[in-house]
């Protein structure tokens, strides 16, 4: 008794796109990652990273409108208190500086089939 050829054709070709699906996002994808003292350390892989890339976010600083209350005081005059109005703003030079330090849960992406990998985001827990 023969055997369907289609399903055997299906067959082969599920076998193949997966085995090449699987080998073109092996090593691609988000994983929590942990900053050393000297690197990087993937949650996910043993070796730790001592050169690894930092996302800049690009795009304009935007200040919305708001008020500040406080008080106004200089070395002959005391104004007491007083407020400030500074109206609504983009700044398109302005740089945030990523401060991570040793101990810092991050959110990494891997890149160029996993050789390099780029530090996303610094992650804290719901609760703070």
């Known amino acids: 008794m023969n055997k369907d050829p289609?399903?055997?054709?299906?067959?082969?070709?599920?076998?193949?796109?997966?085995?090449?699906?699987?080998?073109?996002?092996?090593?691609?994808?988000?994983?929590?990652?942990?900053?050393?003292?000297?690197?990087?350390?993937?949650?996910?892989?043993?070796?730790?990273f001592q050169d690894y890339m930092v996302a800049e976010l690009p795009g304009l600083f935007s200040v919305p409108r708001h008020n500040m209350n406080g008080i106004a005081t200089s070395a002959e005059h005391n104004w007491g208190e007083t407020s400030f109005d500074f109206q609504k703003t983009e700044i398109e030079d302005v740089s945030l500086k990523l401060a991570?330090?040793?101990?810092?849960?991050?959110?990494v992406v891997q890149v160029n089939g996993g050789n390099d990998v780029v530090v996303v985001c610094k992650v804290v827990s719901a609760n703070g």
């Open 6 to 48: 289609y399903g055997q054709l299906a067959s082969a070709l599920f076998s193949s796109v997966g085995k090449h699906a699987k080998q073109a996002l092996g090593g691609v994808g988000a994983v929590l990652g942990t900053i050393t003292g000297t690197g990087l350390k993937l949650d996910d892989f043993k070796h730790e």
């Open 100 to 107: 991570l330090k040793p101990g810092d849960r991050v959110l």
